[in-house]
Nanobody
Framework: QVQVVESGGGLVQAGGSLRLSCTASGLTFDDYALGWFRQAPGKEREGVSCINPIGDSTYYKDSVKGRFTISRDDAKNTLYLQMNSLKPEDTAMYYC?????????????????????????WGKGTLVTISS
C-alpha cells in the first residue's frame, strides 16, 4: 500500500523560510516523478513544482521561481521543497504527489506535466501560513 506523508508546514512571518518534506513508501521511489501542489482557501489546487525521477528536470510555477527549490533524496525516499522569501500569498495547504514515470525517467517536466490530474498518489497535506 502506497503512503505519502508531508511534514514541515507551519506559521512563519513574511520573508521567512520553511522546508517541506515528503516521504513515500510502498513504491519504487526512483520510478516516480514527484510534485508539490498547493491549495489556498477558495482557490483551485495548483502545481507549484515538479521533478523527474532522476532529478535533472524541474518545473516551478512562475510566482515561486527563485524562491523555492525542489529536491529529492532517493536513498531516503524523500522529496523536499525549500521555500525562502515567503509571502502571504504562499499561504496554502501544500500537498506532495507522485506519478509513475519508470518507463521514461529522463522525461522533461513542465507546466503541462505538473498538474494534479496527472498524479497517481497524494499525501494529506501540510499547512503553510505566512503572516504579513
Amino acid at each position: 500500500q502506497v503512503q505519502v506523508v508531508e511534514s514541515g508546514g507551519g506559521l512563519v512571518q513574511a520573508g521567512g523560510s520553511l522546508r517541506l518534506s515528503c516521504t513515500a513508501s510502498g513504491l519504487t521511489f526512483d520510478d516516480y516523478a514527484l510534485g508539490w501542489f498547493r491549495q489556498a482557501p477558495g482557490k483551485e489546487r495548483e502545481g507549484v513544482s515538479c521533478i523527474n525521477p532522476i532529478g535533472d528536470s524541474t518545473y516551478y510555477k512562475d510566482s515561486v521561481k527563485g524562491r523555492f527549490t525542489i529536491s529529492r533524496d532517493d536513498a531516503k525516499n524523500t522529496l523536499y521543497l525549500q521555500m525562502n522569501s515567503l509571502k502571504p500569498e504562499d499561504t496554502a495547504m501544500y500537498y506532495c504527489a507522485a506519478t509513475f514515470l519508470g518507463h521514461s525517467k529522463t522525461a522533461q517536466v513542465g507546466p503541462r506535466f505538473c498538474v494534479d490530474y496527472g498524479m497517481d498518489y497524494w499525501g494529506k497535506g501540510t499547512l503553510v501560513t505566512i503572516s504579513s
